[in-house]
Each structure stands twice: as C-alpha cells, then as structure tokens.
C-alpha cells in the first residue's frame, strides 16, 4: 500500500546507504516486506541485505509470508546469527508449518538453532495432522489462574505481552490445568483491578478438540464471530488458540477444493501455476477417464438405437443441443444444492422439499426451452412433428436433469459420500445418457417409428 | 455448543420459573440464543419472551444473526421500551444493514426509536452501497488525538469501551481529522503510561477507501493478516472500520457467487431454499438461453455433415462421447485457470506460460484418453478405421479443449470481462461445437470420404 516507502527502497537498495535503508524499511508491513523479498527473486544478495537490515520481528513477519522453500533459502544464507534471532521471532504455528514442509534434514538443522523451549513448543506442535485444529493452532496465547484479579492478569500481560499472538483473550486455568472460562481483554481493562479474573471469565467457553478437523474451527469462529478459539485435549485442557487469520486461509482453501470438484478435477494442493504436468496430470485423468465410462453409455443406447438414427438421420442434428441442455439444467441444480449443502443451508430432512422445488423449477424451464427449440427446428426446416418431438423431449430432459441434479448430492450425502462427487461433470454425463433414452422413447412414440 | 444449557432452557420455557430461565439464558452466546429463536419459529410468544429475559446486549446480539423479515418483525413484537433498548445496543452496522433492508416506512419507524446521535450514525452508514467498504463498515471504534499520552488513551478507552466494536486498534487522528496513525491496544498496554501515543503508533498506515469495493477491503486484511481496517474518505479522514467476521462473510458470499456462475447460474444473493420460484426461474434461464444459442451451432454442423452420416451411422455413436470428454478437459482448464485468477496466482502477463502448459497438458491428457476411446470402439466392435478416427478426433478435442477452455478467462479478462462468466458451461458448449466440426474433418480424411 505505502508505495513512495517501497520506491524509497528500491532506490536505497542501489546506493550504500544503509542507515536510510534501515529506517525506511522499518515503516514497512510484513506483507509489504514480502513483497519486495518477492520482487528481488533473482538478486538473492538483495534479498538478504534486506531481511539483515530489519529488526527479526519485521524479518519472521515477511517470511511467513512466503513458500516455503524460499523461507528455508533465505534463512540458510542469513548468518548464523540473524537465522537464530529470525527463527526465534517466528510465531509457533508458522514455525511448525516450516519445519514440516521442509526435508527432514533440513527439519532438524532448523529445530537445532531454537532455544530449548521453542524447540518443545514445535515439537509438540507437529504432531497434530496438518489439517486437524491442533494443526493449525498457536501456542503463543495469554493464561491466566483462576485466582488472579484483573490486575494479576494485567501484570502478568506487561510482562509476556510482547509474545502472544492472541492478545484480545485471557484463557483462565483451573488447578488442573482444565480451561475454566475465557475473559476478553477488553473485561479486563474495564473491570475494576481488585475483581477476580474468575468474575469477569465467560464460563460456557466454545471450543474445539485439537484431533477435530480444521473445518470445524472454521465453522465455530464464523458463527460465533469470534477472532480467536481455544484448542482443547481430550481431558478439556487448553493446548492452543486457533486465529481467525489462520480461519480464513482455510475458507479460501475449502472454497478452492470445492471449485475445483465442481470442474472435474481432484483439488490441487498448491497454486496451478506451481503445479508440475504430472501433478496436474494425475489430478485431472482421473476424472476424465471416470466421466468417459459414464460417457460410454450413451455409445450403446445409441448403437442400440442405430436403426432409427438411420431412418430419420434428422434425429442427430439434435443430440448435441438436447443432451446438452439437459446436462446444464442439471449442473444449476447440483451446484445450487451443493453449495447450500457446505454452507449448512441444506441438509437430508429437506429432501422432499428440494425434490418438489426443483419439479416445478425442471418443468417451467423446460417450458421456456421447449418454446426456444421448436422455434429453432421450425427456423431450420425440419418438418412439424420432428419439431414437436425435440420440443417436448426438452421438458423431460431438463426436468430429469433438474431432479437428478439436486437429489444425488444429497443421496450421495446419505450414503456417506463427499456430495461435491455428484457436482456438474458428472451429473451432466449420467444425463446426457438419460436424455439419449428419452429422446428415442419420445421419437418412437411421436415419429411412429415401431421398433 | 453448551447444549446442556439449551436443553435446560427448553424446560425452563414450559415452566413459569423466570428468574432460572433469566440466569440460564445469560450464559449463552449471541449465536446459540439465535439457535434457540430459529427452534421457536412457530412460537412467537416464545420468542419474544427469551429476547425480553435477556439484556439488551445479548438480545441484539442474537438478532444479528438471524434474517432480517425475522429481526423486524421481533423488534416490532417487543414493547415499545424493550425494543428501544435492544435497537440501540445493535452494532451501527448491523443496523443500517437492518433498516436499508425493510420497507421504507418500517425503516422510518425503526428511525425515530433511536437516540439523536444513534440515528446520524445510521443514516451516515446507508449513504454507502451495499457491497462498498462504506456498506460494510461499523462506526464503533476506538479514537485518539495525536497529542495523548498512553496513558490517555486508555483513560478514554475506560469511558468508551463498553460501546466500541473493535477493542484492538486505537485510531489516531490530527487537529483535521486526518488518519496519522494506528496503535495496537496491545503497544499501548505495554507502553510506559506517560509515552506519547504519536510515538507507539505505526504511520504507515493500510486503510481502504470508503468507496472502494467489499473485496478490496477482504483482500488488503486477508494479505496483512489484520483483524481490523480503517476506512477513510476522499481526504484521508477515517470515517469507520471494517472487521474479520464480516470479511469472512464476503469471502464465503465471493466463493458462493464464483460457485454459482461455474455452474451456470446468475448468482443469488439469498439462500436456495428461501428463493422463490420466480427468483430461480430468473436467475436460471438466461444462462440455459445463452448456451441454448451457443449450442444451437452444433445443430447447424450436424445438418452440413447428414451425407456424412448417412453413409457411415455409426459415426453418430460417438457424438456425446466425443463432445463431452472436449467439455469436461476444458471445463477442467477453465476452472483451474478462474479460480487462479480469482486468487490473484495468475494474470495476463501470465498468458503464454499458461497457453503452453495447456498444450502439453492436452496433448498429454489427450494421448491417454484416445487409448481409452480405441479401447472402447474396438470393443463394441466397430471397424478398425472408425476406431482410429475417434482416437484421432478425441486428442485434438481435449487439446482444444485444454487450450480454450484456459484462455478465454484470460481473453475475457483483457476485454474488460468477468472471467468467471467463461467458466465451465460456456466452454463446454463451445467445445461442443469446435469438437463436431474436427471430428468429421477427421473422419473425411480418415474414412477417405469425399465431400
């Protein structure tokens, strides 16, 4: 955002001046600092001469900000000890992602320049699956006794202040280490001094077990608008604090994963440019090769049909435009019951309600259509009952496409499956197979074709 | 999540025991008390007895999470002093949301119940767009003059504290109102009381125009990772603060209107199962209409190529075959490509790398799948040449497919276009049409079919 500070920099960056340099620098974000490490890719000396420039603080900040791979380089070529002082600045969540991504030789270089307690800290952190609460927690966050006064916990807080990540939150203990309630600072600070912390806590506290899957910390905190949630153990003990900051990576990465269902494609776990060809190959066969045997079938029904298709040859002209309406009649409805089913909308109970809005949605859109394909088989001179035969196969194939299309998800759902599955490449495909059934019913019937 | 609570609450409400059912209901969250409205919903007697149990806090704390039909009709149902004082403990935002949202005549009723200065905050907030950083704002934060001590601040902080909405930034302004910097709570808590707040405050400060669009301001917190921005006007003056929770909010609404368009829908802006019909029917036939059109084109092919397949029938066999494994890869490519835009990892300047990933990826993808599709012809038993055809036709359709399907989003974008509206349906259908016309160039030559 602070352009000018930036262009400052660049110009520094050219000259020897390396106190102006240093208090430019400081007026920087992390995100911003990243940016210009980022921008200096191929000038690593560049990028060192700046991470060594700024205060550790400012330099784990930026870092966090960066894959990790360019985390682990950057840090290898600071000095041992500009690598200590940054390594030990870094937040405890931060670190662990680090240390787990990166080869497990490097992972324990790193975790030997941490002093002791940090190194437990991480330690204890990478055992939680990367996905699971536990796995996207912080351990820098502010405890308090349930004996303190407001004024035990504000000293405590000008003494360890400068660590927590979490600084709107005071997380009260009983004797046993069992999480008794959760004060906001904000409490606190208003409460009279002599008050116990155990007057001012919040006792019904909304948590999350550290096995639990990081979805549903992101449920919790999106619900209860909270910026942070305490991560308990099994025996209700407080192990960490997940942030809202962390909560909203994982719901751009869910939305991600979802996206990519819906295109046929199994989720990517890093950006597309990123991903090499045989990534990317794998995670996109799979479904063309699946979608391609449920496509297969509409080969026999219309090898089966071959007679017919030879008799009226003007009967294909309208393969591609019926199936195909049919298959995005069904992609509307699957994307609509897909995305109200993740966002908790909709559930199996409304099943018969979904069923019956979407009879009603597939026969007046099939309506309209029908209306549009007559029009055009009568514009191009196909003779009247071809044209009444296209027409009323439409109604059928969008209503079918519209039902289908909203029910399998949420059958999928009752079987145990992820409904994502029955997003629109495969509801397209299991339609165009039906519309091909019902097309040659209705042709049999309204041509007086026998069999 | 404290079930326990609700279920005793449940009880308590069929008895007349109202002090218990007060204490009990003063342990809930804002969200759970919603929770507990939203079970009532038959009950309106019911309903308006828990929000008149609680304090007005709480109260209006749990009408923000329900619908607004819902919070007026609530509020209307609350006598005239009860209702008074849970209006005026709502959040500005969520009130200015509620008032733009009613009939204009209840706007007005709702109006006049506030206090003088309540309803010129309101009135300023519905100056803003809905989907602006203006729209989403609240008013209720924290201020400080650039000449106060640490200490100062915090006395402030004592008198205003209960109302403010965001407790962890103090802005600090100048004798013009200009925005001059921003402290953490935290910084200013740490700080020796005397401290001028000038000197714990950050200069450069991050803030986003009133005016600007909602995902400006979801972008520039989700980068920093901030719980909280300041939003100013044309001349730098802070004029309110956006948060988290309501970012997240436009973060899920993006995905869900990204979700929606891919799966060939005009967004909705309610949810699925409270949309009526009529609401549906709009925001579905449009897009079935415009790839109707598009579509239409494979019709006009078919027809050129009757000859065609009047000699060879069984060249129709693998129309839908053909023309939806073209869909699904370019489908495939669009999405990755959409989403990778939507998620700021690729631009235009990115065009090449992408159109060359594509080829190889096509040709790749497409390699296999002719593999699969000889397989299949040679076992249903059509001739050796037919089958070659399809291997042939189907490599060059999910190249195409691949190739267009990742750069018309790209081509979109460069014509000033949203690139979600070339998302899966669209490409599919172009496809469509593309794939019909190689496959009987294709099978002309390879059939040694004149025209």
Redesign the interface.
Known sequence: ??TS?QERIRDLLTTAHEDELRSALE?????DLAGLLREREEHEDEQIRLLAAVAPDLAAGALEHLDYQDQYRLLDHLDEQGSRAVLTSMSSDALSDLIGAVHPRRARELLRRLPDEQRAEVQRLLEFPENTAGGRMTVDYLEAQQAWTAAQV?TH??KV??EVEV??YVYVVDSTGRLAGVA???DV??ADPQTPVSEIMY??V??VRADADQEEAAR????????ALPVVDAADRIVGVIT??D???V??EE??E???I????AP?DE???DSS?TR??RK??G???L??LA??F???I??HH?EL??QV??L??????L???G???G??A????I??MA?G??ALA?FV??AW?EI??GL??GG??AV??FA?ARA?GVPLNLGLTVAATIVLV?LVGSVLGAAFPLIGRRLGLDPAVFS??LI??IV?ATG?VIYFQVARLMLGLGR
């Open positions: 955002m602070p500070v007026e920087l974000q992390p995100f504000l807080f000008r202040g400068r600084a709107n906001s600072m904000r600070l208003l006792t019904q909304v948590s919790l905190l999106e619900q209860y608008d909270f910026v809202i900051d909560i909203v990576d719901i751009e939305a991600t979802d996206i990519q819906a295109g046929g494609i990517l950006s597309y440019l060809l990317l190959f996109r066969i479904w063309l090769l979608l391609f496509a297969s509409t080969t026999s219309l090898r071959a298709l030879d040859v003007a294909a002209f309208f393969i591609p435009l199936i195909g309406t298959g995005n009649s992609a509307q699957s994307t609509l019951v995305r109200a966002l909308e909709v409304d309600r979904v809005k009603r949605m007046t859109l309209a259509m549009a394909t055009l191009i969008v629109a490449p397209t495909t165009d091909l």
